[in-house]
């Protein structure tokens, strides 16, 4: 089972990319986001795989990061979404973003994804959501922590749904107001969660 490739980038597609190591070269099926990240052609570089063997193949996924790689291993989990469902989501959306547009139930954003629909994108919510626990990828798009309760009804809520009618997507609303909550504590009025997660979402607003 090949864990991850350390080698030289010979070359870089649409979906894939190929790492030369020692003069075998390996094919790894990556979001756009881990494209867009790589080195030039010729430099060194090192991915993390994760390995589908089946009957009539062997694929192999790389990633940039563990981060991206964990929640390719949770979307492959809900029924319906096979490897390329999971990077298409995870070009769309990075980790940070993807963990908030669960918590959040912002299956709008999932369905910006090539082939996901509107019926996908809520299961997708609904399965990781229990999977997860109420797990979020934090801000610094690290490793899968508990540093994100979900927001349930109260001035939270209320302070989401103001922001999503200024115009601003659910999962910026939600990691903004989940911010200002980690910040003034959970007794907070709801104006005053809306002005902090303004500050959050326009750095230099004012109070």
């Known amino acids: 089972m090949i864990a991850k490739l350390a080698g030289i980038l010979d070359q870089i597609a649409a979906d894939n990319a190929i790492v030369d190591v020692s003069g075998v070269g390996y094919l790894a099926f ?8 790589l080195p030039p052609v010729g430099s060194p570089v090192r ?9 009539d193949h062997i694929h192999l996924y790389g990633f940039i990061d563990a981060a991206e790689r964990d929640w390719f291993r949770l979307l492959t989990t809900v029924q319906g979404v096979g490897a390329r469902l999971a990077l298409a989501v995870l070009s769309v959306l990075g980790p940070a973003e993807l963990g908030l547009a669960i918590l959040s139930q912002d299956k709008a954003s999932l369905a910006r994804a090539e082939g996901v629909g ?20 934090s801000a610094q798009a690290g490793p899968i922590t508990p540093s994100v309760e979900p927001i349930g009804n109260g001035p939270a809520a209320d302070a989401v749904s103001a922001l999503v009618n200024l115009g601003y997507r659910r999962a ?12 003034l504590g959970p007794t907070a009025r709801a104006e005053e969660l809306i002005r ?3 500050r959050e979402l326009v750095p230099g607003a004012q109070s």
């Open 30 to 37: 990556c979001s756009s986001r881990t494209l867009g990240r």
């Open 47 to 55: 991915l993390l795989i994760e390995t589908h063997v089946r009957e």
């Open 118 to 137: 509107p019926r996908l994108a809520a299961r997708i919510v609904n399965e990781l959501r229990d999977k997860t626990g109420g797990l979020a990828i």
């Open 172 to 183: 910026e609303a939600f990691g903004a107001v989940a911010t200002a909550v980690s910040r």
């Open 196 to 198: 902090a997660g303004l």
